[in-house]
């Protein structure tokens, strides 16, 4: 698995031959390793919950939807399901009894995935992994919205035609192993690249528009995700391919942390590649052009930065930031290294959209140790402590300092909105509290 440098996809010794093999912890490992580049666990296991076994509570345009159990439990998961069903599930989005699923299921990205490793994927779920006997939840979506026929006449007019992932002429093996990781298995997209009115995202691929992963037009469960293309602002532009090794496999690196949803993917999945998998990503992700080429590149400017050394904190949201943000971030905005993110020129902090700015300081937010670092990185919560009106202050503030000139300035409305939505703040302890003992417990 650790040799795979120079394949398209993983079981080059044919998983397709391997696939009925119940034997051997080896085989396992292998099949397992594609269950944790597609982040399977991520949405189909609750926080401290039986993995697979479903029930995640996940917020739509149109309500809430839970995972399912895909344990091979043939009562409640997919113990049931032949290879046939499995795939038809997975690639197609239809249910063994014939229903379309929820396109929260991104069946689009995953129609990419090989033969083979659709096989060892199978295998994994119907060998590897316990049986569940967890009922599936049903969704909390009002009628009518809630019929699933209407879903299969969407399927078919708007979801993407995919085919499996196919190499081109004379590409570069690594990568080609990058791309099929990104398009596929990884499904990078159904996050990174903004969707259409009817909510299939605009590109699945780079060949259909620089539209794919150039970020989300619209916050997921109060985050929004990055740009991953070429943009020197708001993108990977300013990031090295090392960078982006060093960020896919620990969660961090010298110029931000993850957080928000993408903890979750360094947690299930990222952590888990092989070097030779995340330089292979990182290689792809780096050829990527620019999704707006009339972005100015980011400029750095150190005025605030010295008003602050002298004690001038007039501008407003600086003596918040000095309070409550400096002693980790300075006040120069530099963070530290792989610990406390950069915030002078963070793609997020750049970025259009302030949801994340805002949604973490109110949240705060904590990035458990992974195998490359076991340290965790936890920023707190400022929401039991700053009103609307001082973390408008101090978000502004940061996306106007050091060099920093991101969009609209943000209001207190605008934090109130985030502060007063229960899809997003769904328990009032994420806000933090004065005594220790009420703070939510770190998981």
Known sequence: ?????????????????????????????RREYLAKAGDCVACHTTEGGQPFAGGLKMVTPIGAIYSTN?????????????????????????AKNGQTLYPAMPFPSYAVVSDEDMKALYAYFMHGVQPVAQPNRDSDIPWPL????????????????????????????????????????GHCGAC??????????????????????SGSAAPI??????????????????????????????????????????TDVVKHSLQYLTPEDATAIAKYLKSLDVKDSSQPAFKTDDSVAKALWKGDDSKPGAAVYVDSCAACHKTDGTGYKRFFPELKGNPVVLAKDPTSLIHI?????????????????????????????QVADVVNFIRTSWGNTAGDKVTADDVKKIREDKNVITDKKQLGNMNIEMLTPIQ
Do not use: C
């Open 192 to 213: 990174h690249t903004p969707r259409s009115i009817t909510m299939q995202e605009k590109a699945m691929n780079n060949d259909e528009g620089n539209a794919f992963l």
């Open 361 to 389: 300081v109110l949240t705060g937010n904590t990035l458990p140790g992974v195998i490359g670092a076991p340290s965790n990185i936890t920023m707190p919560a400022f929401g039991w402590r700053l009103n609307n009106q």
């Open 221 to 262: 469960d109060g985050w929004t995700a990055s740009n991953l293309r070429g943009d020197d602002r708001d993108g990977l532009g300013r990031w090295s391919e090392d960078d982006l090794v060093q960020f896919l496999r620990t969660g961090r690196n010298d110029h931000t942390a993850v957080f928000g949803g993408m």
């Open 146 to 185: 809630s019929m699933r026929w209407p879903l299969a006449i969407w399927r078919t007019a708007f979801a993407p035609k995919v085919q499996p992932f196919a190499g081109k002429m004379n590409e570069d093996p690594q990568l080609a192993r990058g791309r099929y990781l990104v398009e596929g298995l």
């Open 1 to 29: 698995m650790k040799k795979l440098l120079s394949a398209l996809f993983l079981g080059s010794v044919a998983f397709a031959a391997l696939a009925d093999d119940t034997s051997g912890s080896d085989l396992i490992k």
């Open 70 to 94: 895909i344990t091979p439990d043939k009562a409640n998961g997919i113990g049931d399901y032949t290879l046939e069903d499995f795939e038809n599930a997975v690639r197609k989005g239809v």
